[in-house]
């Protein structure tokens, strides 16, 4: 299974749903695919959502979408990322993400629900 996303230009916010497991190459097809998507806009914000996934963050993946960020900066400077999970060894994998987005102009934030997500992608 393979992470899907979904552009919502009305709410300008993209949607990201994760399988199970990940790995860095699935990340970075689809946010080349995002990219290249007409409906793609830098200034939209994201929310991640974890709560299928049944494998930790080590550190080789977080390591992984770290740089590729870095490589894509322009394409999601100055955005919000808001992450969805459940399980702690999750939350707590977010939250090193979170750390170690260093150069990075994206505010992360790890949330329990896609309720409290989108609330805080609206707030200013």
Known sequence: MKINYKID??????IETWPEKVIVEDFEKV?????SDTDFN?????????????MEFDE???KGIVSFMKLNSDKIKN???AIIALS???VAGSLFFG?????LS?????????????KWIKEN
């Open 79 to 81: 955005r919000k990322s």
């Open 88 to 90: 702690p060894q999750l």
């Open 42 to 54: 830098s200034a939209y914000n994201v929310i991640t959502d974890l709560r299928k996934v049944k």
């Open 31 to 35: 946010k080349l695919s995002e990219f």
């Open 99 to 103: 750390q170690k987005k260093q150069n």
């Open 9 to 14: 230009k009305e709410r300008e916010l993209i």
């Open 60 to 62: 080789e993946l977080i």
């Open 106 to 118: 994206v505010k992360v934030s790890v949330f329990s629900s896609m309720n409290a997500a989108y």
